[in-house]
Nanobody
């Protein structure tokens, strides 16, 4: 049974940093591209960061570029999202997701992901 479990969320002040982690089990993480999505109250889920199977390619939307960094450790089946210079508009539930795709692909669309975590809340106060 595949499980993705996120942790590391919390309440911070604007300008602070936070690191989210995602532990994957029941799958070989090196066979999956990984992504982080987020959903703010009253808004649709949106792509926040993506990384290819081997970690060599990453993609970010303009809203988080230069502030967020996604990384992975396939030996530990872990994916991370380092978030710096947080803003109030980063407040959302953050989800980890896994997509079984070709080696160099980074997936930005939620419908392409096969597995999802339960989410972790990040609240940034201004």
């Amino acid at each position: 049974q595949v499980q993705l479990v996120e942790f590391g969320g919390g309440k911070v002040q604007a300008g602070d940093s936070l690191r989210l982690s995602c532990a994957a089990s029941g799958l070989t993480s090196s066979s999956y591209a990984m992504g982080w999505f987020r959903q703010a109250p009253g808004k649709e889920r949106e792509f926040a960061a993506g990384i290819s199977r081997g970690g060599g390619r990453t993609l970010y939307p303009d809203s988080v570029k230069e502030r967020f960094t996604i990384s992975r450790d396939n030996t530990k089946n872990m994916v991370y999202l380092q978030m710096n210079s947080l803003k109030a508009e980063d407040t959302a539930v953050y989800y980890c997701a896994a997509a079984r795709v070709s080696a160099l692909v980074v997936v930005t669309t939620s419908s392409a992901y096969n597995y999802w975590g339960q989410g972790t809340q990040v609240t940034v106060s201004s």
